[in-house]
């Protein structure tokens, strides 16, 4: 197999690199060349938000096109558009923030959507979405994923907890402990969206973890065991730790509550599972991101266009201290 990546040096894209190349499928990346490519690529340039930036994809057939383009949805709809008769299946890397809010617990595909745009992230997703859409038709994967975690994430939630855990001692560990949290590991998305374009399989996916899969007390568990921390986990509940200014999923990534949570921690991926998908062991993503954590010096890169997330040691200590 003949696969086109659209970015694929950061993160998500990265991923895809990998699991192609495990694969055994020849890879050409398609990029701005800010990043060098992994070895074993073919590099093509190009930057999509400038005219004439495609021409570098004018020549060239593939059997899947993978993009993970999150901006303007100009960009999603020319290049599926240049694609269209020389590629046969067109993935893109959605998201389940193109469902339209409040989005309840249980939620899957058929949940209304919002509104296509050109700002707001969700917006610009369903944007893209329409693009890949109109382009393809039904040889277009659309894959809504959910958080994604994993070797070299660049968003830094999981790095951000690993970080705190290894620095030991008291720890705030927002309550209840069997908080369910519902992730997919980027690597299973790569895997499952090739091998799911591969087949032929066309329309949108909710590719996450099932609920449940995981829950708070076991992630954070799993921290402190491979990092080899003497930190404390000090469960306190929603309430207490809301009443002291910490803000979910911004200060304390990961952790979210009441509607919040429901949406991003409680959509039915039935289909997906059905279709193939697979998840490997919550053990096995935090100790390969922590290993990857190590060998990089400790810091995770940040995309600049990302909030930072993390909570002020200051700010901890309160819900700690009462």
């Known amino acids: 197999m003949d696969v086109l990546l659209l970015g694929g040096t950061e993160f998500v894209g990265r991923a895809f690199v990998e699991q192609a190349q495990a694969l055994g499928w020849r890879v050409t990346m398609f990029n701005r060349g800010t990043h060098e490519p992994p070895p074993g690529v073919t590099a093509l340039r190009g930057d999509r938000t400038r005219e004439g930036g495609l021409e570098a994809l004018a020549r060239g057939e593939w059997d899947v096109v993978v993009d993970t383009w999150s901006w303007a949805p100009s960009a999603v709809r020319e290049s599926a558009a240049l694609l269209a008769g020389r590629a046969g299946h067109y993935v893109y ?3 389940r923030s193109v469902y339209a809010p409040p ?4 939620a899957d595909e058929s949940a209304p959507l919002v509104e296509a745009g050109d700002e707001g992230y969700a917006a610009m997703k369903a944007g893209g979405e329409e693009g890949a859409t109109a ?3 039904d040889r277009a994967l659309l894959a809504r994923a ?3 975690l994993g070797p070299y994430e660049n968003i830094g939630r999981l790095p951000w ?9 008291p720890v705030l560990a927002p309550g209840p402990r069997d908080l369910g949290v519902q992730y997919v590991d980027a690597r299973d998305l790569a895997r499952w969206c090739l091998d799911a374009a591969g087949r032929g399989i066309g329309g949108a996916f909710d590719v996450v973890s099932p609920p449940g899969f995981t829950t708070m007390a076991e ?8 990092t080899g921390s003497d930190a404390e986990l000090r469960w306190v509940d929603a309430e207490t730790i809301l009443a002291a200014g910490v803000r979910p999923w911004t200060d304390l990534p990961i952790w979210l509550v009441g509607e919040d949570h429901a949406f991003m921690h409680g959509g039915d991926v039935s289909k997906a599972v059905a279709a193939g998908l697979r998840v490997r062991p919550v ?3 935090v100790a ?3 290993e990857w954590l190590r060998s990089i010096g400790g810091r995770a890169p940040m995309r600049p266009d990302r909030p930072s997330v993390g909570l002020d040691p200051a700010v901890e200590a309160r819900p700690l201290n009462r």
């Open 93 to 95: 890397v959605s998201s």
């Open 103 to 106: 989005v309840p617990y249980g």
């Open 135 to 137: 382009a393809f038709g």
């Open 146 to 148: 959910g958080l994604i």
């Open 161 to 169: 907890w690993l970080t705190r855990i290894a620095r030991g001692g």
């Open 219 to 226: 992630l954070l568990e799993t921290a402190v065991r491979v």
């Open 283 to 285: 053990a096995e993503t």
């Open 288 to 290: 390969d991101t922590w």
